[in-house]
């Protein structure tokens, strides 16, 4: 474990699907609805809300709601190239950059997650929890993409799940 890096890591996957359609599954709260959270809520520095279907830019603060928790995650999108980049904090003041490009007949989603502090806390719940969670998202991204499939844990009476 000495070699291990835990201030960053990197996960890809190939969608067969278009690069504006992925953008905009990254950047439109009602299409983050459909494969990552069950509630987003977009809104300027000043409070102003972003209409659901209004894609994001820099400097948009989030409001994240996931399915069997009631605490929101708040961050703020630090840049969004309206194409195929993205980048935006999360758990706090790490940073996740989306990088998108096509091969063929896919877009090839590429996802870094850095920036993140080297304690006890972050290592565990961070660099390795988010590791996880972000190979789980990436997969079912590509289900719905692909195949309309949401692969979700939506049911409270199930607990927590490696799909929620």
Known sequence: MDNFDWTS???RIAIKSSLS????????????EKWFL??????????????????????????????LDSAPMHGEILNANGKDFLQFTFEGSTIVDVR???????????LQHHD??????????????CSNGWAFYLHNLKSIYEGGIDLRN???????????
Do not use: C
Request: proline share 5%; charged share 20%; hydrophobic share 35%.
């Open 9 to 11: 890591f990197t996960k």
């Open 21 to 32: 359609e992925i953008y905009g599954a990254w950047t439109i709260a009602t299409n983050l």
């Open 38 to 67: 069950e509630s987003v809520v977009f809104h300027t520095a000043e409070g102003n809300l972003l209409e659901p279907t209004t894609p994001v830019e820099g400097g948009v603060r989030y409001d994240w709601y996931w399915y």
């Open 100 to 110: 998108l490009s096509t091969h063929e007949e896919y877009v090839i989603v590429e």
């Open 116 to 129: 993140i502090p080297q304690d006890n806390y972050s290592k565990q719940y961070i660099r390795l929890g």
């Open 154 to 164: 939506k049911d409270p009476k199930l607990g927590v799940m490696i799909n929620n």
